[in-house]
């Protein structure tokens, strides 16, 4: 392919990604009392329910990020010292639009005087920031969560939190809500400032799949190895159901599933899906080796393949309980007749335990999509990639508009290991090579690291695992 040829393809699956993943500019902030400042302080306009939220205010903990006034929040500590499970937090109650989707942001803290130990999230103190939907009988019917503060978070530093829900039919009451979960006795507090809970309208992408959010079984779907409908609330992304996949124990075989359409030469793909692994039923945690990946496959009339494409969605680095969205992108190869999607769960090692969760899956052939120009509303942070890596890995995000910007990465002690950039960079899409060498110049250790975008228009953060 001659390289403008290549160029005008590269450029039209950028400008269309950012297009379909615009949303519509965000409403006003529906949250009363967000920063917690009313009365010098206080849960006004929230719900609270345990012992565990408290506040921050100069005369006491004096941590906070704007204002004089921040929440606290910490285990329930009933029953100590034989440990059981509990709960508490706080919420808001609003009545969802339908065809809408509802975003919950704010900022946390994790101070190193008052520390969450562990070195599990799934049996340790953690922090949820969730947004769930109810019935009109007060029945849960779908939720999206993100761990936004436990043994892992970064020490003495604020950071962003956002997660997403579309509304599902048959919401009547839709609630924003922070839950701290306590297995144990373990000590440890979170603080949570400058909260938002927003709603927007929902883009609709167009989807040639059949039954492509898992409405009635897996129909339409082939499916092999372990894939099976899973209909239980807390394991869909949309209602009525979703579909789990977990490994087939036996050396060289995945499990997964697919579907396969008719496809030129030099037509452009792209699949979406929803990824989750829970707490709630075998994680996929830091060290365990199995991914889910997203793959194109391309073939020719004979049925051979002949090209590929494929995206790591989820792996041992996703965020826990949270419904996150992935996307790949290929051109058909020359003599391509048919496109297979396929959403496969690879298991490395044969006897790793360990399951997750897709949803709402999407394809189509994007170059018979129109694309007009686009810009993301907030800056958006990608995975890195590979991940894990060794030696260097990419990071690529995209910024709203020019502005200075700062991309760093930290331990998981919160400390500082190297500056990646730092100064001014344009509206539009950017990629950070990281080489694993601190600022000094030496080779980081193998382990967890988050990395940082910081930028006018808000910052975001994501982990990542660097192996020696």
């Not at 639009?97 to 953690?126: A, K």
């Not at 043994?151 to 950071?159: G, H, I, K, V, Y």
């Not at 030099?266 to 899906?273: F, V, Y």
């Not at 958006?380 to 890596?389: E, G, I, M, V």
């Amino acid at each position: 392919m001659k390289r403008s040829r290549m160029m005008v393809i590269l450029g039209m699956m950028v400008a269309v990604a950012l297009v379909l993943g615009t949303h519509a500019p965000a409403q006003a902030n529906m949250l009363v009392n967000p920063g917690f400042e009313d009365g010098g302080g206080s849960y006004d306009g929230w719900t609270t329910f345990g012992t565990g939220p408290n506040i921050s205010t100069p005369a006491d903990d004096d941590i906070y990020r704007t204002g004089v006034a921040a929440a606290k929040i910490y285990g329930e500590f009933n029953g100590c010292p034989i440990p059981h499970f509990d709960v508490g937090g706080f919420f808001q109650a609003f009545t969802p639009t339908p065809g809408t989707e509802y975003e919950f942001s704010g900022y946390t803290f994790v101070s190193i005087t008052d520390t969450i130990p562990g070195f599990d999230t799934c049996l340790g103190n953690r922090l949820l920031a969730k947004i769930v939907f109810f019935n009109a009988g007060g029945g849960e019917i779908s939720s999206n969560e993100l761990v936004i503060g436990d043994w892992s978070t970064p020490r003495d530093a604020w950071l962003h939190f956002s997660v997403t829900a579309p509304v599902p039919v048959g919401a009547v009451s839709v609630q924003p809500m922070f839950l701290f979960l306590q297995p144990g006795c373990d000590e440890g507090s979170v603080f949570i400032d400058d909260t938002s809970f927003v709603e927007k309208a929902l883009v609709v992408e167009p989807n040639i799949l059949a039954n492509p959010s898992f409405d009635t079984d897996l129909l339409g779907w082939t499916a092999f190895g372990n894939a099976y409908y899973d209909g239980r609330a807390w394991a869909q992304h949309t209602p009525t159901g979703s579909a789990k996949l977990y490994g087939t124990f036996v050396a060289g075989l995945s499990s997964g599933l697919f579907q396969q359409f008719p496809a030129t030469s030099g037509s452009i793909w792209k699949m979406s899906a929803h990824v989750m692994t829970s707490c709630v039923e075998s994680p996929i945690q830091p060290g365990n080796g199995n991914v889910v990946v997203a793959s194109l496959l391309f073939k020719d009339a004979a049925g051979d393949s002949i090209g590929s494409a494929t995206e790591v969605i989820l792996d041992d680095t996703s965020g826990l309980g949270n419904w996150s969205k992935h996307a790949v992108m290929a051109e058909a190869p020359a003599g391509t007749d048919s496109v297979a999607a396929y959403l496969l769960f690879v298991q490395p090692t044969p006897d790793e335990q360990g399951a997750a969760w897709v949803d709402d899956i999407g394809l189509f052939d994007i170059s018979t999509v129109g694309v007009s120009d686009g810009a993301v509303a907030a800056p958006r942070l990608h995975q890195n990639a590979p991940n894990p890596f060794n030696p260097t890995t990419k990071i690529a995000f995209e910024l709203p508009k020019r502005g200075e910007v700062e991309v760093v990465v930290y331990n998981i002690a919160g400390q500082r290991v190297a500056t990646l950039h730092s100064g001014e960079l344009g509206a539009g899409p950017h990629t950070i090579t990281w080489d694993g060498r601190t600022d000094g110049g030496s080779i980081a250790a193998s382990g967890t690291y988050w990395y940082l975008l910081r930028s006018p228009d808000g910052q975001a953060s994501r982990s990542m695992v660097l192996l020696k």
